[in-house]
């Protein structure tokens, strides 16, 4: 009975049609993008061990983006979500094609550059096709739901990756990401429901640029975004850039075991994400973001302290976890405090804050690893996260309808 309450409760019968079209796009391309987690790093050594270029190849993801973002954000508050959305994924097919013949290491960075433009203008429009859609009530359940069967391809396709990889070349690999996302491509593309949205009343309220960036100018967004840069410059520093090469080099792991490291902390996102949204929509989104992100900070710790493979497997499952606490319910948090009229410029504001923490993030990291030690990331990112529980306690937030 208790099993039954809780499936009714993740997978409500009265969300719409197109939140499942949604669904199945996001589960495919997050399938896509992930084959390539646990080996990528590595790649870019290969090509050219400057860690300043392995740093790039990494950030080159979120460049194109920083810049992109928060006016796609605006545009697509006055011209649709669905011609952003399906051009952000028929450019995210260039990215995949290039990495696939990347013989030297610019070639890769390219191509991850062409690949980030597409997927900020897919994941922002759908974003907030999901905030338009979403009732208040429950948009917290839905978002976890949403990022719970997203991350649940990821899942899938890091181990996936890596015996590809094993089998093929890191090359070939990509060749499946293309396939991933081209059914992306084709749902968003041929689905009614979303064409239909792309038309807007004749009566709704155009907002200009001035008066959006106005409606943005709320402290409580900008705590929020911060937070979200801080986040992600952990978050692709040490867990997608740094993670792989000290679990390479200074453990010993293969590109397999880096593999089931990486799956094991998108299962912990997975379960995580379920439950963060039903959480957070009954106790609050503060206290629900104070525990991820403790969480998070002792979980980056526990990957200096033993080099057993159980021990790594736990290690990752608990930073997934903390994770997925956040991510939910950090994107809960800002469209409760965002307006309505202006929620896709607040979103795009928010993209770019991630970008930039995105961007930053490997070159800072990879300076620590390679300049430092290699533990003094793992410090660093420790630190970072304990003090977003200090900034959420102190952030002063108000909801809007």
Partial sequence: MVQTSLFRRIFSPDLPKIYYELLLAGFSIMTGMSLSSSFLPIFASSLDPSGLLVGLVVSAWFLSRIFIELPAGIISDRIGRRRLLVTGLALSLIGPILCSQAN??????????????????????????????????????????????????????????????????????FYFTVLFTLVSFFVAYISKDIRSLESFPSDKPRLDLKQVTSSLRNWGIITVCFCTLLRTLVLQGVFQTVLQLFLNEQVGLTVA????????????????????????DRFGRKPVLVIGFFISGVSILLFTLSNSFLFLLLSGFLAGIGEGLDMTTILALLTDISPSDARGGAIGLYRTFMDVGGFLGPLVFMFAYTEYSRFTPFYIGSVINFLNIGLIIMAKTRSVS
């Fill in 257 to 280: 075991g880096i593999g089931w490291v990486i799956s094991m902390k998108i299962g912990g996102q997975i379960i995580s994400l379920f439950s963060a949204g039903i959480i957070s």
């Fill in 104 to 173: 030297q290491i610019y070639v890769l960075i390219l191509g991850r550059a062409f690949w980030g433009m597409g997927t900020a203008l897919y994941f922002m429009s759908n974003m907030a096709l999901l905030m338009d859609i979403l009732p208040r009530s429950t948009r917290g359940r839905a978002l976890g739901m949403f990022q719970g069967i997203e991350f649940l391809g990821s899942f899938i396709g890091a181990p996936i990756g890596a015996f590809l990889a094993f089998y093929l070349s890191f090359r070939q690999v």
